[in-house]
Every structure is written in C-alpha cells, then in structure tokens.
C-alpha cells in the first residue's frame, strides 16, 4: 500500500506543500489539518499511527525517544526525520522518492534520518 505521510507542527511548510506540488498523488497531511497541532510527542505519534501515516519531522533532538517508547508499547506506521539544515529541495525529492521505491509495511516500527 502506499505511504502516507503526517507532518508534526515543526516541519517546515514548505516541505510539505512542495511535495504535494511535485507529486500531487501523495497523501501528506499537516498537523493542524488532523487535529494534532498543540499537541505532546506522544499524541501526534498516536494520531499518525491512528490515520496510518508515517510521522514526518525536523524534531530530531527528542523524537527519537518519543517514537522508541511509543513503538515498546505500540505500532507506528513509522518515522522520518529531516535535519533543519538540509535543504528544501533535497527533503522534497527524498520524500517524493521514498514515497514512489517503497510500500507502507517497510516502515513499520522504524525511523529514518534524510537524506537516505
């Protein structure tokens, strides 16, 4: 099945809408669309894996521990997290390309860092 994806409150906007743009078949929602902005680590983790979408963020100092004590107790769809330093349009074609070479149970219960 394809990915879909979720962006927390901390990804850049434009990562978002320019992967929507490049590849308009993807399915990425923003947190405040899903009702997940203001909420804590946990919750969004909670709400990606509800909607069975892999959680994208820039959170890479303490995501990682929210998502590994999620997925002790729980299955997530998954995890992405993008550096705040690399560039706009390396995240976008990173995303758009894991999104065409993979399907959604390769992703089960991992993270990844970009770029691959």
């Given at each position: 099945?394809?990915?879909?994806?979720?962006?927390?409150?901390?990804?850049?906007?434009?990562?978002?809408?320019?992967v929507?743009?490049?590849e308009?078949?993807?399915?990425?929602?923003?947190?405040?669309?899903?009702?997940?902005?203001?909420?804590?680590?946990?919750?969004?983790?909670?709400?990606?894996?509800?909607?069975?979408?892999?959680?994208?963020?820039q959170?890479?100092?303490?995501m990682?521990?929210?998502?590994?004590?999620?997925?002790q107790?729980?299955?997530?769809?998954?995890?992405?997290?993008?550096?705040?330093?690399?560039?706009?349009?390396?995240?976008i074609?990173?995303?758009?390309?894991?999104?065409?070479?993979?399907?959604?149970?390769?992703?089960?219960?991992?993270?990844?860092?970009?770029?691959?």
């Amino acid at each position: 099945m394809r990915i879909r994806f979720l962006a927390d409150e901390n990804l850049r906007r434009a990562i978002v809408l320019g992967v929507r743009r490049r590849e308009p078949a993807i399915s990425f929602a923003q947190a405040f669309e899903v009702e997940a902005a203001g909420q804590d680590d946990s919750t969004v983790l909670r709400i990606a894996a509800q909607q069975g979408r892999i959680l994208v963020s820039q959170d890479v100092r303490t995501m990682p521990q929210y998502f590994y004590e999620f997925t002790q107790r729980e299955t997530s769809p998954g995890r992405i997290l993008i550096p705040q330093k690399l560039a706009l349009s390396v995240a976008i074609d990173e995303l758009v390309l894991l999104w065409i070479a993979s399907d959604d149970r390769e992703w089960v219960n991992r993270i990844c860092y970009l770029p691959l």
